[in-house]
């Protein structure tokens, strides 16, 4: 085991005399660090003996209490002042907060050098080291012995729980809920200090720091493979777990996770090849319902939201955005299937699933379209509703919009009469595009968003200018329309609006 406090300072040659803190001599020291740094606390992991010439101690009174608490809280075993150098005189208000943390307070004899201490401490450490090495190879074989399905999750964080003597959360630092469906939750006492800080639990920015909260030392480390994936660590005893195990234990459970998404991605993806399918009308309703219950959707009763970036977002950016959207579903315990096609996300969920976690999953900066309740048979219009309602969305700035719920979108309020807005004045276009080899539609759509300039146009789509003006005309042709005349811009603008929306 890793030395006492007790025991160093009771070791005849170095000569060292305990100030303060005496109810803390049990504390068991993994190492002996030197700092002269102003924010002590901000270089400690767990375990160390805190060795500083004066200089990082402040002169007032409250300055000292204030570096006893936070070397504490942050899992410091003792602070040691080396004599006759450079700290101001120690308060009673000090020595007192050292006593009652406890925080034993040695005092270093000049001019013994710092390195003596450490080397005591690292001579000590020999056997640690050695047991170190030997739960470092346990807490890997528990990886090599859990199984890849998402099933065996929970069991490999209680057998590394029982091995660290802890208790082990695995949590999104966004939202503190737990990153697998079958994690356990936040205790109550921690939910309530962190809920506030949502996003940045780690409140010094640090991948490893230990906290006190409430009387109790809490550990927060990054999962090294996963971005905002967070683990909690509460020890049940002192010592408390070695820190470079529980580096070991991140990783092993990073590794997990990766696995487990490996194999979600290949659902993922048969997933996505059944809802094209379906959409494009390539399957039977009796084949649709048994492929779709195999996602664990309900075939009779479910919702299709489409999705896409904000409005105020680039459109570069929704791939990534949206990529990640089925593994958030699962995690939330949400059975899906989703199929990414013209940066729109489309997404099958049973049709109970509360809005609040679909736009939690998607991110509130997402803009969410979603079909009235309906049988996987009448999916394709339920993409059309889908696509209505993410228009609606996206033009009215609400983020998430159910079709024949939300606000009438372009003075119309139903696909079927944007469609049939769309089919009259645009219907004479695609017919003669059929025909003909033409670029009316996107002549059309450039003109309208370069101004009606004839000029701009030709240069968007590398033409001649003459070329421009006769397509326009050809448009007027077709429609019957005087494309001189702005009512006749605006109800154009209008259809084009809708055919893009039902059409990503």
């Known amino acids: 085991m890793a030395i006492t406090v007790a025991e160093l300072v009771a070791e ?7 100030l303060a803190g005496s ?8 190492w002996a660090h030197t700092s002269d740094l102003p924010r002590l606390w901000e270089w400690v992991t767990g375990g160390e003996l805190m060795m500083t010439n004066g200089l990082s101690i402040p002169a007032d009174a409250d300055g000292q209490v204030a570096l006893a608490e936070s070397l504490r809280d942050s899992g410091a075993s003792a602070l040691a002042i080396g004599e006759k150098m450079h700290a101001p005189p120690l308060t009673e208000e000090f020595l007192a907060a050292c006593d009652e943390l406890p925080l034993p307070l040695i005092n270093i004899p000049y001019p013994l050098p710092f390195i003596a201490i450490a080397r005591s401490v690292a001579e000590s450490s020999l056997l640690e080291e050695s047991r170190r090495l030997r739960q470092t190879a346990r807490v890997y074989d528990l990886l090599r012995t859990a199984g890849a399905s998402e099933d065996h999750w929970q069991s490999l964080v209680q057998r590394l729980a029982t091995e660290l ?7 999104d630092r966004r939202c503190l809920h737990p990153w697998h469906p079958d994690g356990d939750v936040l205790p109550v006492f921690l939910a309530e200090e962190w809920a506030p800080l949502s996003g940045q639990v780690s409140l010094a920015g640090k991948n490893f720091q230990w906290h006190r909260i409430r009387g109790r030392h809490v550990l927060t480390m990054d999962i090294p493979t996963h971005a905002n994936a967070l683990l909690v660590v509460l020890p049940h005893s002192e010592p408390h777990p070695d820190a470079v195990v529980l580096l070991h234990a991140a990783t092993v459970l990073g590794l997990q996770l990766s696995r487990i998404v490996l194999s979600l991605e290949g659902r993922h993806r048969l997933a996505g090849e059944f809802l094209l399918q379906a959409m494009d009308g390539r399957l039977g ?4 319902e048994s492929r779709l219950a195999g996602f664990e959707v309900p075939p009779q009763e479910l919702l299709l939201a489409s999705m896409a970036a904000g409005a105020y977002q680039k ?3 929704d791939g ?5 959207v ?13 199929l990414k096609r013209n940066n729109r996300l489309h997404v099958a969920v049973p049709a109970d699933v509360p809005v609040d976690i679909l736009v939690h999953c998607a991110g509130r900066e997402t803009s969410i379209g979603i079909s009235a309740p309906a049988a996987v048979a009448n999916i394709q219009r339920a993409l059309q509703e889908s696509l209505w309602a993410l228009g609606s969305a996206r033009a009215t700035n ?9 606000p009438s979108w372009l003075g119309l309020t139903s696909f079927e009469e944007g469609t049939a807005l769309v089919r009259r004045l645009l219907g004479p276009i695609f017919d003669y595009e059929q025909s003909q080899e033409g670029d009316l539609i996107v002549t059309l759509r450039t003109y309208l968003d370069s101004q009606r300039s004839w000029q701009k146009t030709a240069t968007a789509l590398f033409a001649h200018r003459q070329t421009i003006i006769y397509r326009i005309r050809k448009i007027g042709e077709l429609t019957g329309l005087d494309m001189g005349e702005t009512s006749t811009v605006a109800q154009l603008w209008f259809a084009l609006q809708i055919h893009e929306a039902m059409h990503q």
């Open 165 to 171: 003597d802890a208790d082990l959360y695995v949590v």
């Open 285 to 288: 309703v009796a084949e649709m």
């Open 320 to 324: 990534d955005r949206l990529a990640n």
């Open 326 to 338: 089925h593994v958030e579903l699962w995690r939330h315990g949400v059975a899906s299937a989703s």
């Open 398 to 406: 609400q983020g998430l919009t159910r079709y024949e719920q939300g």
């Open 12 to 18: 005849p040659q170095l000569g060292l005399t305990l």
């Open 315 to 317: 459109t570069a950016d």
């Open 23 to 30: 109810a803390g001599l049990d504390n068991r020291i993994t």
